[in-house]
């Protein structure tokens, strides 16, 4: 028995989006089922390389099929000028629940900006207008990729504003995605007034203020991830109906942690979690008028069913390397 190595290639081509949305989604109801086993999100700092490590374990069981992994990623900020290497760094390990063996051993950087697109998908299903066409994008560094390619599965988008101040990523992105959709640079408040909005930015003092969106805008908050990370003024987040993914993630390192910290937004001011929507227990968006947010942080548990879905489509189509990484391989 051998377990697959699937590299970033293999991720990326077998990770497909549609799947990969019901897969989230199936997980998020799980969450709030209780259906789940997810500890904290444990960390090791290091200050002397300018960067942490992140372990991120779950098991799963959808009711459909259970699964079980691990996703060991960092965030090393000085990697891209002194060492020639991403930010971040991911590595998936996913299990057969059933015996615990490795089944396979994934890249976790492409895994985890597919489930990023996923999650706000998922968000944008339950909380954007059925008609929502346009989506502003503000930071069109590598997540914003994925935020285009998931939303427009779950939206008819057409046009897509993008901000960001170097415009070379911009370029970059109107080349990737220019021959699918109206793409085009704008300010933040242009991105702010599409029908549906993602924030994939690392800042630590809000860009996004109330006037910058429509009175209908939903926006899915990705960038904050960490302590201290706030992308949307106060002002927008008190006005908004306000949807997490998990309750001390987010008050600890999620869009709303800051205000949460300072007493500006409390648990009141929480309107729900989206395992709440996914299982029905709470309603979406009722009408036409209304700003939403979704504070995305990130689950082990999109990281588990992503790996599922990929491993699963890898395997069928013969795809990634087969070791014999464990030692019970007898076939040769």
């Given amino acids: 028995m051998n377990t697959l190595l699937l590299g970033s290639s293999d991720v990326d081509e077998n990770a497909e989006m549609t799947k990969v949305i019901d897969a989230v989604e199936l997980a998020f109801g799980a969450f709030e089922r209780g259906d789940t086993q997810m500890p904290a999100k444990s960390y090791i700092d290091l200050p002397q390389y300018n960067g942490d490590f992140r372990s991120m374990p779950a098991y799963l069981d959808t009711g459909e099929w259970d699964a079980a992994g691990i996703k060991w990623v960092n965030v090393h900020p000085d990697n891209p000028d002194d060492h020639d290497l991403p930010t971040v760094l991911g590595t998936m390990i996913y299990s057969d629940p059933v015996t615990a063996f490795p089944l396979a051993i994934m890249d976790g950087t492409a895994l985890t900006m597919k489930r990023t697109g996923a999650a706000a998908a998922v968000a944008t299903e339950y909380l954007a207008v059925e ?64 029908d549906v909005l993602s924030t994939v930015t690392p800042v630590r003092d809000p860009i996004v203020d109330l006037d910058d969106v429509a009175e209908h805008t939903h926006v899915n908050a990705i960038g904050a991830d960490a302590e201290g990370k706030h992308e949307l003024t ?33 648990d009141v001011d929480i309107d729900a979690e989206i395992g709440e929507l996914v299982v ?6 009722v009408d036409d008028t209304g700003v939403t947010v979704f504070d995305s942080t990130g689950l082990a548990i999109q990281d588990v069913a992503t790996a599922h879905v990929v491993y699963e489509r890898a395997m069928a189509g013969d795809a990634g390397q087969p070791y014999d990484l464990v030692g019970v391989d007898k076939s040769n």
């Fill in 131 to 194: 008609d929502a066409s346009s989506l502003g994008i503000v930071g069109a560094g590598v997540q914003s990729y994925t935020q285009l390619e998931a939303i427009s599965e779950v939206r008819p988008i057409e046009d897509v504003v993008v901000a960001d101040m170097d415009e070379s990523r911009i370029d970059r992105f109107v080349d990737a995605f220019g021959d699918r959709f109206d793409v085009r640079a704008g300010s933040i408040s242009e991105a702010g007034h599409c």
């Fill in 234 to 266: 106060d002002a927008l987040l008190e006005a908004a109906t306000i949807v997490i993914d998990d309750h001390e993630q987010c008050t600890h390192s999620g869009e709303i942690n800051v205000p949460y910290h300072d007493g500006t937004l409390t």
């Fill in 280 to 285: 029905g227990a709470t309603d979406g968006r």
